[in-house]
């Protein structure tokens, strides 16, 4: 070999690397501390579960894609920090669920870095933050959401139960009193006339702060209701089914978050004749027990909770990936983002699409009920959740936002 | 300082400088004062708030540029402590803490329904908005930013320790009866303090705002008043600058290790523990300690290193006990246990572990009491010193 041919050879080499250069980074900015820290971690296995499947099929641009974890310390503050630090440590997306707060703050975060470096844009991928405003007021181009919100978790809810006929005449609604809680009460009081129902009274009481619910369970027998409509979750959940049993009363509860693993372990009995409107049931289909069982082969769970739609959304991620061609020497986001709107695959549960106004992800619910006869038992209980209605993705949308006004990039 | 340093360390330069003035705000009035506030979040979040209300509000504009926005938040700070001080400097003492949390408690309650003022669950958004020909789109700017207002409110703070009410704040703590004797009014005297305390905590909320370009209400939570109180006691109140030093160290200890390990909010409380047993006048005490001594700087450093290298060992035999049972207990090791096989190694530090060798948990255990040892040693030489200098 001559000197013009080595130099050539190093040459390529060097263009090689630089079209390798630079592996696409991903930043899990979580609650990995704390009192929250449990559905963080939850979050941190179904993301990884899904990663390893993308890596494992060859990653982006023939590296594997690397992910960092940053504890968020359950706080906007410390959240903030992190989501600096993971951008200035090089990763192009960011992915958090636990907490709307949190979620509040790194999309704004997201927002501010876009529009002070174009050309070095970062993604948000929003799995857990169900507030209505971050698909509303508060949307753009760079944040995509992979949960569900107050609406379709209850527009869902409602025909299943009242199909099962669950639901009565007389619904008392239940809820925390914070914008969720909030909008799961308005979710409530929209669907009254399609359920069919009379909303006989409504409560918004303080966030995990009750340690006694009697009192408003006597006010829902007082007020002769026929079922609970609740958005409530974790322990103000867990107490108010407690309490109902205590009281001796026999109203259904129609819950959102009734699957957090341990939940019914605690409840015991009592979780009996819940419903629950979830994004996936294991025992829908053979497809969801094919998904649930290699899935449970992985981390040793069925995934329940936030997990399934983290890992739908990680897979519409995994098509997106794969329709964006490097360009320089790493990936154009905006393209991703782009290619993230047209992302749609087909999930255990049937269809799942990004819709590209306001960025809510259109995926298929499921309302289960807890039962003895479920083929799949929970926290080593006798009980599992029985599928009472599925609802297609079109079924189960909730209409975009007039206040989204998302500025598009040409 | 800002060229050698990497933007996430910049970032982390920011929140040690915001800590280290909140830190000094509240020492105002629980170290100097003798009123020890359980509820001091509350005017650091007011202030966040007022000052994401200004930069809304200007834009930046006018009058009132981006740089001097936080002087909202010492509005605000001055205006809620001035009110919650007027009730809770009534009582002292248990009372006085009682009132405080509670009444930040009360904020943190309320904060969630007023969504007008505190933004709901997605909070307040703003945006640094370029003044005076910089844009403060960089982590470097905002960090001279927040060092200029640190540097002065520092300079103030310690500026009114040399006033008369300064003097005046220290006699509060000691003996408020004789003060009264004296012909003060008590009650006007700690609101006072009370005010400017809050004022400074206010202001490093708004230097927090600036800086997160973003609030929600999560501010008022218990965890931030707990977190100051900490770090200011871990630093030493008796000194000025001790707060600032303990917030600063804590900040960045939290920064370092919260990605490191799950279990840094163990270590932080071990090292809260361990302070307040051994170093009661916090990490500053060590500098009080080296000043007043009369052995000499070589024979210091001797007994110092000691001391250092015994908690070092000491602490590695900790970590490693703490890390090595958090991976045991985690749900994907657990997984991994196939029953009637060996428990499979662990990996940790680069190594891999057996949990069911005698070995793995000797070397902590020898860690742990060649650690204490060496502390118990240099001690017990530091105290026969100490007596044959008396005799």
Redesign the interface.
């Given at each position: 070999m001559n000197k013009k041919q080595i130099s050539l050879s190093v040459c390529a080499l060097f263009a090689a690397g630089a079209v390798q250069a630079a592996p696409l980074k991903v930043a899990l900015v979580e609650t990995?501390?704390?009192p929250q820290?449990s559905t963080g971690?939850l979050y941190r296995?179904a993301i990884k579960y899904e990663l390893d499947r993308i890596n494992a099929a060859g990653g982006w641009n023939g590296a594997p894609i690397a992910v960092a974890?940053?504890?968020n310390?359950g706080?906007?503050?410390g959240a903030?920090?992190?989501v600096?630090?993971a951008?200035?440590?090089g990763a192009q997306i960011i992915i958090q669920g636990s907490s709307?707060?949190v979620?509040?703050?790194i999309t704004?975060?997201v927002r501010?870095h876009n529009?002070?470096n174009p050309g070095k844009e970062v993604l948000y991928l929003n799995m857990g933050g169900e507030?209505l405003?971050?698909t509303g007021e508060?949307c753009h181009f760079y944040h995509f959401r992979f949960t569900t919100n107050a609406i379709m978790r209850i527009k869902t809810l409602v025909p299943a139960m009242k199909e099962a006929k669950a639901l009565g005449t007389k619904v008392y609604a239940m809820n925390q009193?914070?914008?969720?809680g909030m909008d799961v009460d308005k979710a409530i009081k929209d669907n009254a006339a399609a359920g069919g129902y009379a909303v006989v009274e409504s409560t918004l009481h303080?966030?995990n702060?009750i340690q006694d619910f009697a009192p408003y369970v006597a006010k829902i027998k007082a007020s002769g209701a026929d079922s609970v409509l609740t958005g409530n979750w974790s322990n103000d959940l867990l107490l108010l089914m407690k309490a109902t049993r205590a009281a001796g009363l026999t109203a259904d509860f129609g819950t959102v978050f009734l699957d957090q693993p341990g939940n019914i372990g605690n409840a015991g009995e009592t979780a009996l004749g819940h419903y629950v409107s979830h994004t996936y049931n294991v025992e829908a289909n053979k497809e969801s027990e094919k998904f649930g069982n290699d899935y449970k082969a992985k981390?040793?769970h069925y995934p329940a909770y936030v997990e399934p739609q983290t890992i739908f959304g990680m897979q519409m991620l995994a098509v997106a990936l794969k329709g964006t061609k490097p360009a320089g020497d790493g990936i154009n986001v905006t393209e991703l983002a782009k290619n993230l709107e047209k992302a749609k695959i087909t999930g255990p549960m049937g269809d799942v699409t990004m819709r590209a106004a306001d960025h809510q992800v259109q995926l298929p619910m499921v309302v289960s009920k807890v039962d003895k006869g479920a083929k799949f038992k929970v926290d080593g209980t006798d009980m599992g959740f029985k599928v009472v209605k599925t609802f297609s993705a079109a079924d189960a949308a909730n209409p975009v936002q007039a206040s989204c006004n998302m500025q598009r990039p040409s | 300082m800002p060229g050698f340093l990497?933007?996430?360390l910049l970032?982390?330069a920011i929140?040690m400088l915001i800590a280290a003035l909140f830190a000094s705000a509240f020492n105002v009035l629980a170290g100097q004062g003798g009123m020890l506030s359980f509820g001091h979040c509350a005017y650091y979040g007011i202030g966040a708030f007022a000052t994401l209300h200004a930069m809304n509000a200007f834009s930046g504009q006018g009058l009132l540029p981006t740089p001097l926005l936080p002087v909202f938040g010492a509005i605000g700070g001055a205006v809620t402590g001035l009110a919650a001080g007027w009730f809770s400097t009534k009582r002292s003492g248990v009372y006085f803490s009682m009132i405080t949390l509670a009444l930040a408690e009360l904020l943190h309650?309320l904060a969630?329904?007023l969504?007008s003022v505190f933004g709901?669950?997605?909070?307040v958004?703003s945006?640094r908005m370029p003044a005076w020909g910089f844009?403060f789109?960089s982590?470097a700017e905002v960090y001279y930013l927040t060092l200029a207002w640190v540097v002065v409110s520092l300079a103030l703070l310690y500026f009114f320790t040399r006033t008369p009410l300064g003097r005046l704040t220290l006699g509060l703590r000691e003996n408020a009866h004789r003060l009264k004797f004296l012909g003060y009014n008590v009650h006007m005297a700690r609101v006072m303090v009370f005010v400017i305390s809050a004022t400074f905590a206010g202001i490093a909320g708004g230097l927090?705002a600036m800086?997160?370009?973003?609030?929600?209400?999560?501010?008022f939570?218990v965890?931030l008043s707990s977190e100051v109180v900490l770090n200011s006691y871990i630093g030493g109140v008796g000194v000025f600058f001790g707060p600032a030093l303990g917030a600063a160290v804590m900040t960045f200890f939290?920064?370092a290790v919260?990605?490191l390990t799950?279990?840094?909010?163990l270590y932080q409380g071990i090292i809260f523990v361990a302070v307040m047993m051994f170093m009661p006048s916090g990490l500053s005490g060590i500098v009080a300690w080296w000043q007043g001594s009369k052995q000499s700087a070589a024979t210091l450093l001797r007994y110092m290193l000691g001391w250092t290298a015994g908690t070092l060992v000491s602490a590695a035999g900790v970590v490693f006990t703490v890390e090595l049972l958090q991976r045991l207990m985690a749900?994907?090791y657990?997984?991994s246990l196939v029953a009637g096989r060996a428990w499979p190694a662990i990996q940790l530090f680069g190594r891999a572990w057996l949990p069911g060798a005698i070995t793995t948990w000797l070397l902590p255990v020898a860690l742990l009491a060649i650690g204490i040892a060496l502390l118990k040693f240099t001690s017990a030489r530091w105290q026969a010193l100490n007596d044959t200098e008396a005799a």
């Open positions: 990995l501390s704390g820290a971690l296995t974890e940053y504890d310390q706080g906007t503050a903030s920090d992190k600096k630090a951008i200035a440590e709307s707060a979620a509040g703050q704004e975060d501010k529009l002070r507030a405003e971050l508060k009193n914070y914008s969720w303080d966030v702060k981390t040793g | 990497s933007a996430t970032n982390a929140q309650a969630p329904h969504k709901g669950e997605a909070g958004p945006m844009t789109g982590a927090l800086s997160n370009e973003a609030a929600n209400y999560s501010l939570e965890r939290g920064y919260s990605d799950r279990s840094w909010l749900d994907d657990q997984f």
